[in-house]
């Protein structure tokens, strides 16, 4: 009795260890590292953990999004020091949605007359890289929410910062989340 009781909660642990990893993973408020998300190679430069303004002024956010405060961590692409165009891309760890129906939210803020875009992509595991949301240009002074439909059971998320045409361009992120049901599912409000 006890060695069954005990396989069963081994089990049980296990499921539900494994069937939360995933957004665990993906999900992130960037207080501490970058969680399941890990800086791309085949681009121009790195996403930044960082707190409190960014050091340009008249762009980024004044703090973060998850405790609306300067002591408050996100993350950003730093508009000074290179040229328009040029890309920064963080992929996540691979994400498999047993449904396939998932919402993908994250904050952003894209405060500054020289921003740049940023795009977000779906990357199944067996197809191309599929553009899910492309945001140009200034966006207000505000963090604003995003959220947008997958349908896919195995796949990962890039985030794509691009340079604009100032040193006032820096984009900044917060708050990344993966709920396995569509977005805007009454379930899901409250
Ligand atoms: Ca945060
Ligand atoms: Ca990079």
């Not at 960082?50 to 008249?58: A, R, Y």
């Not at 002591?71 to 508009?79: D, F, R, W």
């Not at 396939?100 to 405060?111: P, T």
Request: net charge negative; glycine share 12%.
């Amino acid at each position: 009795m006890n060695v069954l009781l005990t396989a069963w909660a081994i089990l049980v642990v296990y499921f539900m260890s494994h069937s939360v990893n995933a957004e665990n993973r993906i999900g992130c408020n960037f207080e501490v590292d970058l969680c399941g998300w890990t800086q791309n190679t085949d681009d121009d430069y790195d996403w930044r953990r960082n707190s409190g303004p960014t050091p340009s002024f008249s762009t980024g956010p004044s703090g973060d999004h998850t405790l609306g405060s300067a002591s408050g961590a996100y993350i950003y692409t730093e508009a000074s020091f290179g040229i328009a165009g040029e890309t920064a891309k963080l992929t996540s760890d691979r994400v498999t949605l047993s449904s396939g129906d998932g919402c993908f939210q994250l904050w952003y803020n894209m405060y500054g007359a020289g921003i740049g875009a940023l795009n977000v992509y779906l990357m199944p595991s067996d197809g191309p890289l599929k553009s899910l949301v492309s945001l140009e240009g200034e966006q207000g002074r505000d963090w604003r929410m995003l959220s947008v439909n997958i349908s896919s059971t195995d796949f990962r998320i890039v985030l794509e910062g691009v340079r604009g045409k100032s040193f006032m361009g820096d984009i900044a992120v917060d708050d990344v989340r993966l709920t396995d049901r569509p977005c805007g599912d009454p379930q899901l409000v409250g």
